[in-house]
């Protein structure tokens, strides 16, 4: 009942409260709102891209195209180009924040020669941009090397395939000239066999035989001669000798005749010879220079032939190496120049079933939300509540503290659910997503997350005494919450030490929880050690809580009946004021023991405060409280000496220095 | 006599090096209306809130009685620290500043603290309906209550702290920053409320209201507990000193000053202040008929024509005044 009235109380009030209303309730939502519009574009990022194409009279064709296309592709994607003269200009516009990155296109530029290297001017002091921005233009100009790397890879293809065909070509005709050298080679054998089997052997004709002969047979028909002479004449001699005689004589001239028309034939036959045999040494010596010659040539064939071997092996060779190329050329495993300038292709494939960025954002946006609001919703209505004036009411009121503690946490989480609705509400309508997968355990989840953020919130609503410093705290503390977290910088980015931690941030747990629960389909057990953590992270704060609003309470009534002064405390006696600890020894000095001990039983709290404020001694305070005078005076007169005793080493000190001064001047 | 409600026994309150209350004793009783008079800074807020155990005294104790005061002479005493929950049945506390939500009507403002005594819903609905007429807030009772002037807010205060019928009433400084009607007012409707049997502890730097309204006044000062009394046991107590106030013609009270004063002291007349107020001068003497001789004689001699005399008897607030400078003194 008392927790429904407070609930109640709560709710009115925050509504009737214009300002803590949009601070509390419309304040997140518009936050959220914002965040959401901001990352739903399509587009990731609206950027400004500054274009510089340097000397652009004295630039080539290709860079003028290329600068041309990229500044196409980049308006078609939505990023807005200008135009600057000089790269001066355009690294100025960065650091005006007219553009966001700078494009240059250094002078002669070439992607085949002179200069290929694009400036890409980027601000590195906006780092939550700067790797936007890289990637973004990035892409634009990797497809624009992406298609200049296709159309060279093509060129290299094509002429690799003519270089094929010419090598296949240039082997048929290797072949042919192969056969052709073979059968030249045949037929150089075969003529260097002709050649060789060409007897030029030197003619050796024995006409000394001949002349020797013919001297035999003129010799033989001389002695023939002379027996048909000596016959002749002994015919002759012999009688019938006139016919005899006559024929004697016939024959014998007849063989004259004869012999000696045979010694001239002979000696003719001889000339003959002689000529023939000097005509056969020509003829053999003119043989012996064929056969000199036959065999150079036969040589020379042989070289022929040797060297058209070579040629032979050196077309095969030839022929060899363009087979291996028409092979290479043919076994080639990138035979598209698109493979060759991307060998990898990816294709980006979802593991959920939507590609809306804001869905896919939504629980970290809806957990943002539950942290936000959560932090600065409870500690606002905490701090409402400790600056209302009904704060000091309701502690005359027979309700126990925890009574109040829970009926604003409800009031928080009650706010925080209506929001969360509709945040689901209006997520579910647009986003034609389906927000409400493994609603039990989501609900769970922001129920248990609620409360950690809401307890949070309360036990800094205890702490800071102010709106302001609630809400500066709240908001510190949900910025470190978001600083390490997936939504702003990738968690697998951040050093190892920092990444523990975030591993261990509750906002981490719980959005990436909530972002399982929403895009996969997740058993309870799967979750439960998370769960448990943010369980056992609501326990502390709870009792971090507990322990804040210990203090607030303490420190609220303190504040409301103190007020710190800085005057010292003076004990007032009837003799007057005891300001120190001569006027106090001075004072009990002239007391007897009864008196002592009634004025300081009488003053036990006055003394104490004089004793441990305005003294420092907290041994005069324990002889106080045990009402021995004698411990008292001793204590004191301890206390002076050591006082005086420190003021004289510090008169001396003062003195040495002073003199030190006087002596240095 | 009443029985009494509550017993502050040797209590002393410190804060940091400040000792606000120093050996405080003193006993409310059942009905009265018990007013604690003292400066701004005497400890009076402190001393209620002590008083109801919201601060724990470093020293002493305060008792409360659980049984109804009327019924009960001999119920026992509880220390309020130990009997939070029924000591907050038992009182109504109006602090100084209003302490109330602005942003709730008066009605809604009544019926949540209502709700926070565990009153039943037809209890609650009488209390307030009651409430509202008693303290003339009917017609203003669905008025948000940041709206309320500052005599209205002040009635919101009480009937916040009277909504769930308490025994004793606590005031502190219910009359401060209102005009001298509203005042009147309200100072009407305590008295209204102590004669419905509601006792009443109303704390206030300003006596002369307190004079007529309290049964009994306690003079706090410097954290002390100088007196308690009856406005009347108070006055019999410390009223021997009178104020002589004269107005003359042509009042050359400068030079009647220096000679009234070694008229008065050759005489041997005792007299504390020989002052000029306004167009009176005023001598404030326990020896008011040889003075006024005296002061006869001088104003004849100096051929001053008397217009008034006056012969006064000191106030609480007078004596209050007296008090504290004689302890002042004294220090």
Redesign the interface.
């Known amino acids: 009942?008392?927790v429904y009235?407070?609930f109640k109380?709560n709710l009115?009030?925050i509504a009737?409260?214009k300002t803590s209303a949009f601070a509390v309730v419309f304040g997140p939502l518009l936050v959220v709102l914002l965040i959401s519009l901001a990352f739903n574009k399509p587009s990731v990022y609206e950027l400004n891209v500054g274009l510089t194409v340097v000397n652009k009279d004295s630039q080539s064709a290709e860079a003028l195209n290329l600068s041309t296309r990229l500044k196409q592709d980049l308006e078609s994607n939505s990023y807005s180009v200008l135009e600057f003269d000089t790269s001066q200009e355009c690294v100025n516009a960065i650091k005006q924040g007219i553009i966001h990155t700078c494009i240059v296109f250094p002078e002669n530029f070439s992607t085949l020669q002179g200069n290929r290297n694009l400036d890409f001017f980027v601000d590195y002091s906006r780092t939550n941009l700067v790797w936007a921005v890289i990637e973004v233009v990035g892409k634009n100009i990797d497809l624009q090397a992406s298609q200049l790397s296709m159309q060279y890879a093509s060129e290299l293809l094509n002429t690799l395939q003519s270089i094929k065909s010419v090598a296949e070509n240039q082997s048929l005709e290797i072949v042919s000239l192969k056969t052709k050298i073979s059968n030249v080679k045949q037929k150089l054998e075969q003529q260097a066999s002709k050649l060789s089997s060409i007897d030029l052997n030197t003619v050796s004709i024995d006409l000394e035989s001949v002349k020797q002969d013919l001297e035999d047979l003129l010799s033989e028909a001389n002695s023939m001669k002379s027996s048909i002479i000596s016959k002749a004449d002994s015919i002759l001699n012999n009688g019938n000798a006139s016919a005899a005689h006559s024929t004697a004589q016939s024959i014998k001239s007849v063989v004259n005749d004869y012999v000696e028309g045979l010694e001239s034939d002979v000696n003719s036959v001889k000339q003959d010879i002689d000529d023939a045999s000097e005509t056969v040494n020509g003829l053999n010596e003119k043989l012996s220079n064929a056969k000199i010659s036959v065999q150079e040539v036969v040589t020379e064939l042989n070289n022929v032939k040797q060297s058209l071997s070579n040629a032979y092996n050196e077309l095969s060779s030839i022929q060899t190496s363009l087979e291996a190329i028409i092979d290479k050329v043919n076994n080639l495993r990138v035979k598209s120049a698109e493979t060759i300038s991307n060998p990898i292709t990816t294709t980006i494939k979802t593991v959920v079933s939507e590609n809306s960025q804001l869905l896919f954002m939504a629980p970290y946006l809806v957990m943002l939300l539950v942290m936000f609001v959560g932090l600065l919703l409870s500690g606002t209505i905490i701090v409402m509540e400790k600056q209302?004036?009904?704060?000091?009411?309701?502690?005359?009121?027979?309700?126990r503290e925890d009574v109040f503690l829970f009926s604003n946490y409800l009031t928080s989480l009650f706010l925080l659910l209506l929001q969360i609705i509709v945040i689901i509400g209006v997520g579910y309508y647009f986003l034609d997503g389906n927000l409400l997968n493994n609603w039990q355990e989501s609900l769970v989840l922001i129920l248990l997350a609620s409360s950690l953020f809401i307890l949070l919130g309360m036990a800094l609503g205890y702490l800071f005494p102010t709106q302001e410093g609630v809400t500066i705290g709240s908001l510190s503390l949900g910025s470190l919450f978001l600083l390490i977290s997936n939504l702003v910088l990738p968690l697998e980015t951040i050093s190892g030490s920092m990444k523990t931690i975030a591993n261990y941030n509750p906002y981490v747990i719980a959005s990436e929880l909530f972002r399982k629960l929403l895009f996969f389909d997740i058993e309870f057990q799967s979750i439960a050690k998370q769960l448990g953590v943010l369980l056992v992270y609501s326990i502390i704060i709870l009792f971090l809580l507990l322990i804040a609003h210990k203090f607030s309470l303490s420190w609220y009534?303190?504040r409301?009946?103190?007020k710190?002064?800085k005057k010292?405390?003076e004990l007032?006696t009837?003799q007057g004021?005891i300001t120190n600890s001569e006027e106090l020894l001075n004072f009990v000095n002239n007391q007897s023991q009864q008196e002592f001990k009634k004025f300081a039983t009488?003053h036990?709290?006055?003394l104490q405060?004089l004793c441990k404020?305005?003294l420092k001694n907290k041994k005069l305070a324990r002889a106080f409280k045990k009402l021995d005078k004698a411990m008292v005076v001793k204590v004191l007169k301890a206390s002076i000496n050591k006082r005086e005793s420190n003021d004289a080493k510090k008169e001396k000190e003062k003195t040495r220095k002073a003199k030190g001064k006087e002596k240095e001047g | 006599m009443a029985a009494p409600i509550f017993k502050v026994v040797n209590v002393t309150k410190v804060f940091g090096k400040n000792i606000v209350l120093k050996n405080i004793n003193l006993e409310v009783q059942a009905g009265e209306i018990l007013g604690i008079i003292g400066a701004s800074g005497s400890g009076k807020t402190t001393l209620l809130r002590t008083l109801v155990g919201f601060y724990k005294p470093e020293n002493g104790e305060v008792l409360f009685r659980i049984k109804p005061v009327i019924e009960s002479k001999t119920a026992s005493f509880q220390p309020v620290s130990k009997m939070q929950t029924v000591l907050k049945h038992l009182y109504g506390f109006a602090p100084q500043e209003h302490s109330f939500y602005e942003k709730l009507t008066v009605k809604e403002n009544l019926e949540y603290f209502a709700s926070l005594y565990n009153l039943e819903k037809q209890e609650i609905k009488a209390n307030i309906d009651s409430l509202l007429e008693f303290m003339g807030l009917k017609q203003f009772k669905n008025m948000v209550s940041e709206k309320l002037s500052g005599g209205m807010a002040r009635r919101l205060d009480i009937a916040c702290s009277l909504v769930h019928e308490p025994a004793v009433l606590i005031l502190d400084e219910p009359t401060a920053d209102l005009d001298p009607l509203l005042r009147k007012h309200i100072l009407w409707l305590v008295k209204k409320i102590n004669e419905q049997g509601t006792t009443i502890i109303i704390a206030s730097h300003n006596l002369k209201e307190l004079e007529t309204l309290c049964h009994r006044i306690a003079f706090l000062h410097n954290g002390r507990i100088i007196t308690v009394g009856t406005p009347q046991e108070l006055k019999a107590r410390f009223s021997n000193k009178k104020t002589i106030r004269v107005e003359s013609h042509p009042g050359r009270y400068e030079s009647l000053i220096q000679e009234l004063k070694s008229k008065l002291e050759s005489s041997g007349v005792k007299f504390e202040v020989v002052s000029v107020e306004g167009t009176e001068l005023v001598i404030e003497t326990r020896q008011v008929d040889a003075c006024l001789k005296q002061v006869l004689k001088v104003f004849e001699s100096f051929g001053e024509t008397i217009i008034d005399l006056k012969i006064e008897h000191p106030s609480l607030d007078d004596i209050f005044v007296e008090l504290t400078r004689d302890l002042n003194k004294k220090v």
């Open positions: 009942m008392k009235t407070i109380k009115k009030v009737r409260s209302s004036k009904a704060f000091f009411r309701n502690f005359t009121t027979p309700t009534l303190y409301l009946a103190y710190p002064s010292k405390f007032n009837k004021v009488e036990a709290y006055e405060v404020e305005s």
